[in-house]
């Protein structure tokens, strides 16, 4: 007899009086009530159980008699169809998305002509067709419900004429009184607009332009400037780079041009069998930012470290180049240093070595760096260089200093919120009191706009006319795609307006493009044909000018002196933005604020990252759980104080620092944002440079006795020895190509003995298909490279645009139940191994739990994850009501109106990406989102079904997609295209790392794809089949993984 | 009931033909000349000229033979073949004429002699040819008077009703005959009178308990008619065939499709390229209408539904500021979770608009012709045979299928056509 005892938890092994109580209850845990009945007062309804027996018989009956009447509905055609519209067929339009922060070139699809989605423009090749989260959220902000719907004059609705006579006067009073007119404005890179200001100026001579941007790259503008005259921001070319070093730039999230630089890194990182090599990435960083997430060798450092860091490898680098070297302080991570030396030395012209600091004495070490590795006209570019991140900071300051002293007539800010993104100490809010006219161009009511004197909403981007360069020899136009919703007008418009009385935005943008941009070409003899051709592409670009060999002749001993004067503390923060909300301009757009953040994973929240063994030395709670409360600090930096700001866990987080992000904490930005998280901005304050710094080192916690609640959308951290992401290193892999990508064996029962075969040689089920089961030749397959994917989450908005995504909000993301099709795991390396723990003779229950635990500096994977569409699929056979079925061409289908929500496939799912409608999300108070308003509403897609509450829901490979693709190929007579249609998650992937298509045509992208020695199934030894692929991780690093 | 329907069918159909061949003789003796000539104009000059006074964009055309010089045949034949030759030639009516319209040309029209006179013949006396089309329907009336027509159903209830008290009459005088007789038979027998049957409560209980079988069988047949009936009640909840409502425009596509042969494509353009077969925008409708302001059938009020829509004035030919859109009322109503696409089937499965829709060309309000439930789009799909050939698209995909099929003619369920994913989504 067998007396091994088995126990379901401590409790139960213990005895202890808590279980015994609980164990009396059919159910442990309280069960969920007042969330099923949604409103309290429910509870305590007087309605007895029979009445509403009734009641509902009574209703049913109704309904059903109801239902006998056909209902009336009516359909109202165009009067006059406009003659490119073709009810029922989506619009294209090429665009760009340039908000001063991000750059894109995009295209618009329309319906009916309403924007619905944003793809990436795959001619340009600036930013390849990729996008990011933010853009394609971008087109949600267009209906969003709290933007302007006409001008404001003291907060009060006005007219346009109203608006122009005021102003016009006002002007010319502030130009004749010599009282300063200033525009300020994040970053211009539009050709026209620059010229329009420059014409502007003209009439108006004391007006003057000033940048300033909530994001400031000033420091490498100031420190090219210095070393080379040009204060610029070079273009870098990442995909040529071999070794890639990076301290603090996040250039995969957020550091000046990230879409761009993602497409050449996923270039860069690209292997097949055509191409075996990869760069090597190394990061040095505070907070575990998405670059630092994807670098083979990532350092930890404080923020004030950096600067010492970059001295350090300027030194190294001049040692070997037989350069004078600069005095630099020790740094505790001198060996890396020495390695990532080593790479660069090695690579010199194929490499390029960046740094997040906002300080030129730190930029100016880091261009001697890359200049030493001639890397300038290889992989750095200074004479083609961006336009973008043109913020001067000093300029900044000085028009605050002459706001303050009354000397600023009018001051009209544009596309800028900086109430909200200027620091506190700047007093920015107080001399904005002290402007004689304040007008502001913001599309809503935000901080700034609130407190102008008049509001000229702008359009939205998708409303207007425009045009945009973010290089030198790149240019992109802007079309409007939706005829301007409400009362609003173009910046170029009012400027017009109040030049000369009136004018057309248009016509001037086209004028500019005729005397410059025409000129430059000579493929095109006539300019309207020049400019058709601009317009349906979105683009012009043209050959880069050939550069001169740059010469050096800065000293950087002074630079060096500064950076060494440069004092840490004790506790250090780093401000940082997140994928989603960015620099906080489209804080108001729920999908933004729902989409989990890549590291994190946490949603809806702003709070502290710090080390989790800092946090056990403070005592804080580092358990982060479904029903578990954070910790909250008041958190004073700068001599700014907030209150109880919740403190999160980050492994990968030096000790000593502590990292929040920016863009939150707004207060005027609508309901969706406002309240959320504290306001960074305030706490940041100016560098030795007298630039605005994102760290901080005068900084204090106090312990707060608050418990905040935050969620996230993925608890477990680690992948606990289980194999659902294979990776192996760089070297492995040249040795062998099929290296971390071991066939997944299985044992078979053969009579007595155990015999080991290839798990795909074992099924579920029979094999064969069923007699009488044809398949047509297509078999939709999906293929993900993980050595490529950089975990940004664009695909999980570009799927939720796409897709009719509801948004369910905090709350219900804490019960599991956000609703993304697609979602992205982010797995830490843990220390620990099952075989480690038999080594050290650990017990199993021990080994798992320290396998849970994330290292202190942890490598990360990530993993994008859908339904894997199995051929074999385990949810079919569950469903009582066959409302999940397969397709002869390899699909999962899902029959909402079948769905009886038995939720039966979803338990059954071993991938867990099926979503339940707990509730309907859309005309329902509870859910105030996008789908709850008739202009947020104008976003969904009219291909896809609005899923209503109780049924279940996945990912359909967008089969909407195939299904018009199919279509138009049977149309027009021929065989289907690879490549032709993509899901929405492969076709803005910045990285290319998805790929989509036919696999049972053997010459599809995707059939290759599944030849290389990389791809394996997800969970093989399960024998489900599925569609979709993975390929191993690659680290390009010396040591072995295990 | 349906050998009576033939019966009368055969007794009164030819009776009705009859009478309307006799009533309709005189008018199809009205010579094809005005036949012709009324398509020639409806195609070639009813956008510009009315047949009344009213001007166009050229005058109207009532009594033109009396106006023009004379003889007017000739002129005419001169001015419709090159009206500028003859403004050249300094004919001065033909100058008066160009003088008066500001100088617009009419377009010189390629026709022939005999065509143009076929158009002056129907000018001349379009009430003739009108009616030709129009009239069969009123000349048939006095017929029906005299014969009911035979289909309509109410007639045979009728008639059913009629036979059903004549049977029981006859029923009633045969029991009484019985009953006479049998009291005859017992008088000469010399028989007692039998005892009157009272049919109260406790006999008819009495006859159930005594005839079980047929009671059973009754019952088991009225709790199967009383199943059927609830299940097809139940099955008809939803299906909306047969809806024929009202809309806002008398619009009839009998007179549109039907006796004008518009192809149903020129309206519904979306029907090739889109899911969607879409309702007509009404610049469409202006197409034609800007010419044609007077119907056949509702005369002038209905199209001045179209103007007034789009806030357009038919005298000044300008369109005003305020537009209304026509709010027409939906006759076909999938479910929002079924896609269903309209290109898909008549562009490559090259489907008759009437397969669904039935005989629109003869509908004068629009009626929801199949039920549009999904047992009916399935079956379909189980009958029909994918039109593979010609198309390149089905090449490889028809080759893999034959591994299973072999030569079996394709089906679209076959290619996985009742797949549940194919339409909800």
């Known amino acids: ?1042 | 009931m349906q050998t009576n329907n033939k019966v009368f069918t055969f007794c009164f159909k030819p009776l009705v033909i009859l009478a309307a061949f006799l009533l309709l003789r005189p008018v199809s003796l009205y010579s094809q000349d005005a036949a012709a000539g009324q398509k020639l104009f409806k195609n070639n000059c009813a956008a510009c000229h009315t047949l009344t006074d009213a001007k166009l964009v050229g005058p109207g055309l009532k009594d033109v033979a009396s106006k023009v010089p004379q003889p007017a045949e000739e002129w005419l034949i001169k001015w419709i073949k090159n009206s500028q030759a003859l403004v050249k030639s300094g004919d001065s009516y033909a100058v008066k004429i160009f003088e008066e319209y500001n100088k617009s040309v009419m377009p010189s029209q390629a026709l022939s002699d005999d065509e143009i006179k076929s158009i002056l013949a129907y000018i001349a006396n379009p009430e003739a040819v009108g009616g030709g089309a129009a009239k069969p329907k009123e000349a048939a009336k006095p017929a029906d008077s005299t014969a009911p027509a035979a289909s309509n159903p109410n007639t045979t209830l009728y008639f059913l009703l009629g036979l059903i008290i004549l049977f029981l009459i006859l029923i009633g005088v045969l029991s009484g005959v019985k009953k006479s007789m049998q009291r005859m038979v017992n008088n000469q027998a010399g028989l007692p009178e039998p005892e009157p049957v009272t049919y109260n409560w406790d006999y008819c209980k009495h006859w159930l308990r005594n005839n079980k079988k047929i009671v059973a069988v009754v019952l088991i047949l009225l709790s199967g008619y009383l199943s059927k009936a609830a299940w097809d009640g139940m099955m008809g909840i939803g299906v909306y065939q047969g809806y024929a409502p009202e809309q806002p425009i008398f619009f009839s596509h009998k007179i549109h499709a039907g006796e004008n042969g518009i192809s149903c494509v020129y309206c519904h353009s979306g029907v090739e390229k889109s899911k969607i077969s879409n309702v007509p925008s009404a610049n469409v409708c202006m197409n034609c209408h800007k010419g044609i302001q007077e119907g056949t059938v509702t005369g002038k009020t209905e199209i001045a539904k179209i103007y007034k829509a789009l806030d357009y004035d038919p005298d000044k030919q300008t369109y005003g500021p305020n537009p209304q859109p026509i709010k027409w009322v939906k006759v076909h109503q999938l479910p929002e979770h079924a896609y269903y696409n309209h290109a898909q089937h008549v562009t490559v499965g090259k489907i008759e608009c009437q397969t669904c829709h039935g005989p629109v060309e003869k509908m004068d309000t629009l009626r929801q012709f199949s039920p549009l439930t999904m047992g009916w789009c399935v079956d379909c799909h189980r009958k029909t045979e994918v039109k593979m050939a010609g198309n390149p698209y089905y090449d490889k995909m028809h080759e893999e299928l034959k591994k299973t099929y072999g030569n079996k003619p394709i089906t679209v369920s076959m290619m996985g056509g009742i797949e549940c994913g194919k339409c909800h989504y």
């Open chain 1, 1 to 1042: 007899m067998n007396n091994k005892k088995y126990w379901k938890s401590l409790g139960e092994l213990n005895n202890n009086d808590e279980f015994i109580k609980q164990s009396k209850n059919e159910f442990t845990e309280q069960l969920p009530i007042g969330n099923f009945l949604g409103k309290e007062s429910l509870a305590d309804t007087k309605t007895p159980r029979r009445d509403f027996l009734k009641f509902l018989g009574f209703s049913v009956t109704a309904a059903s008699l109801a239902a006998c009447e056909t209902p009336v509905r009516k359909t109202v055609p165009y009067l006059i169809k406009p003659e490119e519209i073709t009810v029922g067929i989506a619009n294209w339009y090429a665009s760009t998305y340039d908000d001063g922060n991000d750059f894109c070139n995009i295209l618009v699809k329309t319906r009916e002509g309403r924007p619905i989605k944003i793809e990436g423009n795959k001619l340009s090749s600036f930013s390849g067709g990729g996008t990011n989260a933010r853009v394609q959220a971008s087109v949600l902000s267009l209906y969003d419900n709290e933007r302007l719907q006409g001008p404001l004059k003291d907060g009060k609705a006005t007219d346009w004429k109203q608006i122009d006579s005021d102003l016009i006067a006002k002007l010319e009073a502030a130009n004749a009184a010599g009282n300063g007119i200033r525009i300020l404005s994040s970053t211009i890179t539009s050709p026209s607009l620059n010229a329009l200001i420059a014409e502007f100026t003209a009439k108006y001579p004391t007006t003057k332009l000033v940048t300033y941007d909530a994001i400031s790259y000033a420091g490498i503008r100031k420190a090219n400037q210095k070393t080379f005259g040009a204060a610029v921001i070079p273009t870098y070319n990442f995909s040529n780079a071999n070794v890639i070093v990076s301290f603090g730039a996040d250039f995969l999230g957020n550091w000046v041009s990230p879409i761009q630089f993602a497409r050449q890194y996923g270039k860069s990182r690209k292997l097949s069998k055509d191409k075996k090599e990869m760069s090597k990435h190394f990061q040095f960083e505070s907070i575990l930012s998405l670059s630092g997430a994807n670098a083979d060798v990532r350092v930890g450092v404080k923020p004030s470290q950096i600067g010492a860091g970059v001295v350090n490898l300027y030194n190294a680098i001049a040692t070997k180049a037989g350069a004078a070297t600069l005095s630099a302080g020790k740094v505790p991570f001198d060996k890396s240093i020495a390695k990532a030396a080593d790479a660069l030395w090695a690579n010199q012209g194929k490499s390029i070595v960046i740094c997040g600091s906002n300080d030129s004495h730190i930029q100016t070490v880091v261009n001697g760096i890359n200049y030493l590795l001639h890397n300038y006209d290889k992989t750095i570019d200074i004479v083609n260089h961006l336009n973008l991140g043109k913020g001067d900071d000093a300029e900044f300051s000085t028009l605050i200093d002459e706001m303050k002293g009354g000397k600023v007539g009018v001051l009209m800010m544009h596309n800028c919120n900086p109430v909200y993104t200027s620091p506190k100490a700047l007093e920015f809010e107080a001399a904005l009191a002290k402007v004689g006219t304040s007008v502001s161009f913001n599309i809503s009511k935000d901080e700034t706009a609130d407190k102008c004197k008049y509001v000229c909403p702008n359009h939205h981007y998708l409303e207007s006319w425009g045009d945009a360069s973010p290089q030198v020899n790149s240019f992109a136009l802007i079309q409007p795609t939706i005829y301007p919703l409400f009362n609003t007008r173009a910046i170029g418009e009012s400027l017009l307006a109040w030049m000369k009385g009136s004018g057309n935005y248009q016509d001037y943008i086209k004028s500019v493009w005729q005397k410059s941009m025409f000129t430059m070409q000579n493929t095109e003899p006539f300019f309207e044909n020049f400019w058709e051709k601009c317009l349906h592409d979105g683009i012009f670009e043209t050959s880069p000018r050939l550069a001169e060999p740059l010469a050096w002749s800065y000293d950087l001993t002074a630079d060096a002196a500064d950076v060494a004067n440069e004092k840490g503390s004790e506790l250090e923060i780093t401000f940082y933005q997140k994928m989603g909300i960015g620099n906080g301009n489209q804080a108001n757009n729920p999908w933004l604020q729902e989409m989990p953040d890549p590291i994190s994973k946490t949603t809806w929240d702003n709070y502290i990252t710090m080390s989790p063994k800092e946090m056990e030395r403070r005592g804080y709670n580092i358990i982060h759980e479904k029903e578990e409360k954070m910790s909250t600090v008041n958190l004073t930096v700068n001599g700014v104080t907030f209150q109880n700001v919740p403190v999160f866990p980050q492994p990968g987080q030096p000790e000593g620092t502590i990292g929040l992000a920016l863009g939150y904490g707004r207060t005027k930005a609508g309901k969706v944002a406002n309240n959320i998280g504290v306001n960074a901005y305030s706490y940041m304050g100016k560098n030795a440079d007298g630039l605005l710094s994102y760290y901080a080192t005068k900084v204090s916690i106090a312990d707060s006795a608050e418990k905040y609640m935050i969620v996230t959308t993925q608890t477990h951290q680690t992948l606990m020895g289980r194999n659902m992401v294979k990776e192996t290193t760089f070297s492995e892999y040249l040795k062998d190509p099929k290296a971390g990508n071991e066939t997944v064996m299985l044992s078979l029962a053969n009579g007595h003995e155990h015999k080991k075969v290839p798990a795909h040689t074992v099924d579920l089920w029979a094999t064969e298909d069923k007699p009488g089961f044809a398949r047509p030749g297509l078999q939709w397959s999906m293929g993900i490279d993980l050595n490529v994917c950089i975990g940004c989450g664009n695909c999980v908005v570009a799927c939720q645009s796409e897709n009719n995504v509801a948004v369910v909000g905090k709350d219900e993301v804490r019960m599991n139940r956000e609703m993304h099709w697609i979602r992205i795991d982010r797995y830490y390396s843990s220390s620990m191994t099952k075989e480690k723990g038999e080594l050290e003779n650990k017990g199993i229950i021990e080994t798992y739990h320290e396998m849970e635990v994330p290292e202190e500096n942890p490598q990360v994977v990530f993993q994008p994850l859908m339904c894997m569409h199995c051929n074999h699929a385990p949810c079919e056979t569950v469903c009582p009501v066959i409302a999940t079925t397969h397709s002869n061409e390899g699909l999962n289908h899902m029959t909402y109106n079948r769905c009886v929500g038995t939720k039966y496939c979803a338990n059954n799912c071993p991938y867990k990406v099926r979503r339940f409608n707990w509730f309907k999300y859309f005309e329902n108070k509870q859910f105030d989102f996008n789908m709850n308003n008739d202009l947020g509403k104008m976003v969904l897609n009219p291909d896809v079904t609005v899923r209503s509450r109780g049924v279940m829901e996945k990912c359909s490979m967008c089969i909407q997609r195939i299904q018009e693709g199919k279509l138009t190929a049977k149309k027009e007579g021929r065989e289907i295209r690879d490549g032709e249609f993509e899901t929405a998650c492969a076709q803005s992937c910045p990285t290319n790392a998805i790929t989509f298509g036919n696999i049972a045509d053997s010459n599809s992208k995707v059939a290759k794809m599944k030849e290389d020695e990389r791809s394996y199934y997800m969970l093989e030894e399960l024998g489900v089949k599925p569609s979709v692929f993975y390929q191993v991780k690659v680290r390009n690093i010396e040591e072995s993984l295990s």
